[in-house]
């Protein structure tokens, strides 16, 4: 069955750095864009960045352009964020999705990795 696990979050200071990995299973990574989503505490999903399948087109929210970098390694069906210079408004549940083959929905989620961003 379709599974992505998320990893890679934790406690960080404001203007330090963490990855995040989601490791894919069960469909044809390479076939599919992904997504990250966040949710931070008492508020609503949050769309973050997206790839394409062949990773060579990537989308980010204005809140994070030039901060955070969204990569794949389809050899390993592995999904990455990259996050630099991050702020307490970054903390949030962080989710991979499978966008949908439609390209209209996410289709498929991770439980999600926690990123929390305090002195």
């Known amino acids: 069955q379709v599974q992505l696990v998320e990893s890679g979050g934790g406690l960080v200071q404001p203007g330090g750095s963490l990855r995040l990995s989601c490791a894919a299973s069960g469909f044809t990574f390479s076939s599919y864009a992904m997504t990250w989503v966040r949710q931070a505490p008492g508020k609503g999903l949050e769309w973050v960045s997206d790839i394409d399948s062949g990773g060579g087109s990537t989308y980010y929210t204005d809140s994070v352009k030039g901060r955070f970098t969204i990569s794949r390694d389809n050899a390993r069906n592995t999904l990455y964020l990259q996050m630099n210079s991050l702020k307490p408004e970054d903390t949030a549940v962080y989710y991979c999705?499978?966008?949908?083959?439609?390209?209209?929905?996410?289709?498929?989620w991770g439980q999600g990795t926690l990123v929390t961003v305090s002195s």
């Open positions: 999705a499978r966008v949908g083959l439609g390209g209209n929905a996410l289709d498929a």
